[in-house]
């Protein structure tokens, strides 16, 4: 039986990927902790329903990953006790060509998926330390594959997939584990963002028929990798992104 952390805290986990990992986590027994930025009803909804699995209900942490990632990581620590294990689902809606986008809106980007990552992991770091945690993010295709609406995002992910390696390399030693899943599009609607994209149903359309399995990810069938890289089944598994994505990688 995996055994997973008894302290989680998940970032974005407010809506989509990062609430069906809360609702899992705490299924499992598991005290989390969401952390989101604004949405306060959302959060206060994705507390009740993990608290209705009869697990632990969890703590909310508002702020924002992005400007003051230790922060929420210091927050959490407090309100759980301690930290084994720190998700992050959290990415800026913010669409558009590489030539399009500002350079505040690529900052910002890079400020939620890089640094703020960067900086989590070092605030989280003495705390999984004694106890041998986990940490996983959320990556997606559009690291290593061209989308026309990621060309901010895509940099980012593809930045935050080369930190994950290295941490898994560098924290490895110290008993810390660093993973992430890499997506496609995920069957989410109301996650936010499908207005501002032009085209997005036929985008959609396309690309569940290019899919091998046909369709789109249900945020829960991410949210059980991630829930799974953070227990000890994975135990001897680090530095790595898994493709989560109905096969679509293996055609791109």
Known sequence: MTTLPSKVLVVGGSRGIGRAT?????????????????????AEQTQ????????PEPVLVRGDLGADAP????????????????????VPILAGRTLSVTREEYDRVF????????????????????????????????ANHYARYYGAIGPAKA??????RYYGAE?????????????????????????IITGVQEMIQGVA??????????PEELASVVVALLGSD?????GQTIAVDGGYSLLA
């Not at 330390?129 to 959320?138: C, D, F, L, Y």
């Open 22 to 42: 809360v609702v899992q986590l705490t299924a499992a027994g598991t005290h989390c902790a969401i952390g989101y930025n604004a949405n306060d009803d959302a």
């Open 209 to 218: 028929k290019k899919t091998p399995l046909r369709r789109l990810a249900k």
């Open 234 to 238: 994975f135990s001897f598994v680090t």
């Open 71 to 90: 922060g929420m990581v210091n927050a959490a620590i407090e309100q759980l006790g301690g930290l084994g294990g720190f998700v992050t689902t959290a």
């Open 111 to 142: 400020d939620v998926q890089v640094w703020g990552l960067w900086e989590a992991v070092r605030a989280a770091l003495p705390e999984l330390e004694k106890v041998r945690g986990s940490v996983v993010a959320v990556s997606s295709l559009g």
């Open 48 to 55: 009740a329903l993990a608290a209705a699995t009869g697990g």
């Open 171 to 195: 924290l490895g030693p110290r008993g810390v584990r660093v993973n992430g899943v890499s997506p496609s599009l995920v069957d989410n609607p109301g996650h936010g963002g499908e207005d």
């Open 159 to 164: 930045a935050m997939e080369n930190l994950i």
